[in-house]
C-alpha cells in the first residue's frame, strides 16, 4: 500500500521568505501526486498535480512542486510566501482499487504559518 | 467549472442518532468516495462506489456506515447509531475513472456528535 510521510508538522516563515514543504512517498511503477491545501475552516483545494511529463508543476499563486522519482520525493516551493499563504498543505498519491478506480492516501499535512 | 457538492455544512446530531450526509458529484463522473478528516489529523479515505457497489472500504467503515446512490446525481453516507468519535469533517469526492485518479473534493460536511 501506498503512503505519503511530510516530514514537517508545521514550518513558520516570514512574509516574503521562500519556503519549502517536503514531502515523500513509498515507491511504486506509476506514482500520481498531489498537494491540497485547506484554509481554516474550509475544505480542500487542488494546489497541483503531478500525472506525467514535465517533473516540475507549478500552480496560479506561486508554488511549485518537483517531482523526484530516484528520491521518491515531492517537495512544494515557493519563492516568496504570503500572509495569505497560512494554511494547512497535504501531499497525496493514488492508489488504485482493484475492482477500479483509485483512492487518494494523504500525508499528515504541515501547517504553513505565515508571520509578518 | 463542474464541482462537487455537499450538504449540510455542518450537521450537530446526538449520540446514537442516524445522520446522512449528502452529496452531489460531478454530473458525468463515475466513481464516487467519501473521506473522513477528525479535527487536527489527517484526511483518510473510508469508501469507494462505482458500478451501484462498494469497490473498497477501510477498516473505519463499519456496520455503521453505509453509502448509496439513491437516484441519478446523489451519492450518500449514513451512520446509524453516531458515537462521540464519529465528529469529523466529511468529505465526498469523485473522479471520472481518468489513469490518474485524480479526484474533486466537496467542500466538507463538517459532523458534531454531542
Known amino acids: 500500500a501506498q503512503s505519503v510521510t511530510q516530514l514537517d508538522s508545521q514550518v513558520p516563515v516570514f512574509e516574503e521568505a521562500p519556503v519549502e514543504l517536503r514531502c515523500n512517498y513509498s515507491s511504486s511503477v506509476s506514482v500520481y501526486l498531489f498537494w491540497y491545501v485547506q484554509y481554516p475552516n474550509q475544505g480542500l483545494q487542488l494546489l497541483l498535480k503531478?500525472?506525467?511529463?514535465?517533473?516540475l508543476v507549478k500552480s496560479i499563486n506561486g508554488f511549485e512542486a518537483e517531482f523526484n522519482k530516484s528520491q521518491t520525493s515531492f517537495h512544494l516551493r515557493k519563492p516568496s510566501v504570503h500572509i495569505s499563504d497560512t494554511a494547512e498543505y497535504f501531499c497525496?498519491?493514488?492508489?488504485?482499487?482493484?475492482?477500479?478506480?483509485?483512492?487518494?492516501?494523504f500525508g499528515a499535512g504541515t501547517r504553513l504559518f505565515v508571520k509578518a | 467549472e463542474p464541482e462537487v457538492t455537499q450538504t449540510p455544512s455542518h450537521q450537530v446530531t446526538q449520540m446514537g442518532q442516524e445522520v446522512i450526509l449528502r452529496c452531489v458529484p460531478i454530473?458525468?463522473?463515475?466513481?464516487f468516495y467519501w473521506y473522513r478528516q477528525i479535527l487536527g489529523q489527517k484526511v483518510e479515505f473510508l469508501v469507494s462506489f462505482y458500478n451501484n457497489e462498494i469497490s473498497e472500504k477501510s477498516e473505519i467503515f463499519d456496520d455503521q456506515f453505509s453509502v448509496e446512490r439513491p437516484d441519478g446525481s446523489n451519492f450518500t453516507l449514513k451512520i446509524r447509531s453516531t458515537k462521540l468519535e464519529d465528529s469529523a469533517m466529511y468529505f465526498c469526492?469523485?473522479?471520472?475513472?481518468?489513469?490518474?485518479?485524480?479526484?474533486?473534493f466537496g467542500p466538507g460536511t463538517r459532523l458534531t456528535v454531542t
Open positions: 503531478y500525472l506525467s511529463g514535465s517533473t
Open positions: 454530473s458525468n463522473h463515475l466513481y
Open positions: 497525496a498519491v493514488s492508489e488504485g482499487i482493484m475492482a477500479g478506480g483509485f483512492k487518494t492516501i
Open positions: 469526492a469523485s473522479s471520472d475513472g481518468t489513469e490518474s485518479g485524480e479526484q474533486y
